[in-house]
Every structure is written in structure tokens, then in C-alpha cells.
């Protein structure tokens, strides 16, 4: 039986016990933009939040792309999220090539060169990676700026997130 099959499976079983929570319009206050990696997926134990309080947003790399972008805006705009948090990590597999090497890499294995480049937002240095990614989404005018933004890199080896210190905003004169 395939995954999705499983999966399936387990779905008639869960629909099959009455849930009115299921139901209700969340209402979380975090959102979290963190990677796709599996090892990154249990942010209620990481976090110590419950899934209620978290509007997650999983992509790679953990790059905030424009749709990145988008989502928060609708998260803090639309749904109410009152904090943003980037979620980087060590060990992450976006920091084993360059967009360069892998568009070479997937032109050569499929035979076909006609969608690159593409952009797959690598990056060599968490830290750093994620600065840049907290001032995309302190700059964007769209997000309120009452609503704090922050970066961390969490240590796959010990568990522990690390924050990462932005660029300080300038402050009007």
C-alpha cells in the first residue's frame, strides 16, 4: 500500500471521531516561517506551543520568498498573527549547493535545460541567511510594524534555538 493510500486509510479513521473543534476559525498569535526539512516539523515540542498557536509557514531553504511574503501578510493582516518568527537550522541541505550546481545537476539528470534557471534560494551561512530574511520582512509595507520580528537558528544536534540578532531599525529623527 502506497503513503497516500495510508494515508487515506487513516483519514476515514480520524473523520470517523466527532470533532466541532475541526470546525472553528483559528486563531493563532505566532507565525512561524521555518524549513521543509522533516526534522523541523514538530514546532508544538520545539516550541512548546500548541498547533493552535502557530500559523506555520513551511518552504525551502527557509527563504521568504514574494509567496512567503504574501502568507505573512495575510497571517498578521487576515488572520491576526501578532509576531513573526524565522526559523532557520543547522545541517540544512540548502546549504550543500549553489542555485548554479543544481540547475546544472537537474538539466544533466532529466535531459531537459528548459526551466532554468531556476531560483532555489541556497545559501551557505544560517545566520546570515536568516538576517536577510528578517529584514525582507521588516521591510515590506504591509506587515505592521508594531509586530515584532525575529531569527533563529535551531541546532539539530542539541535542540536549542540560537537567535539571530538583525540589523537594527533606524529610528526617524
Request: glycine share 6%; net charge negative; aromatic share 4%.
Amino acid at each position: 500500500m502506497s503513503l497516500i493510500e495510508k494515508a487515506l486509510e487513516a483519514n476515514r479513521s480520524y473523520a470517523k471521531i466527532p470533532n466541532p473543534a475541526r470546525a472553528e476559525r483559528p486563531a493563532p498569535k505566532l507565525a512561524v516561517v521555518t524549513c521543509m526539512d522533516p526534522r523541523v516539523s514538530d514546532l508544538p515540542a520545539i516550541l512548546g506551543l500548541q498547533h493552535a498557536n502557530l500559523d506555520v509557514i513551511r518552504t525551502a531553504g527557509p527563504a521568504v520568498t514574494d509567496d512567503v511574503l504574501g502568507e505573512l501578510v495575510a497571517s498578521n493582516r487576515i488572520i491576526g498573527t501578532t509576531e513573526i518568527m524565522l526559523l532557520n537550522h543547522t545541517g540544512c541541505g540548502f546549504t550543500t549547493f549553489t542555485d548554479e550546481e543544481l540547475n546544472t545537476k537537474l538539466a544533466t539528470s532529466t535531459g531537459d535545460s528548459s526551466p532554468a534557471p531556476m531560483r532555489f534560494f541556497s545559501f551557505k551561512d544560517p545566520i546570515q541567511h536568516t538576517r536577510e530574511q528578517i529584514e525582507k520582512v521588516r521591510s515590506h509595507p504591509w506587515i505592521a510594524k508594531e509586530v515584532p520580528v525575529r531569527g533563529f537558528v535551531l541546532d539539530m544536534e542539541t535542540g536549542l534555538l540560537k537567535e539571530v540578532e538583525a540589523v537594527p531599525r533606524l529610528s526617524p529623527e
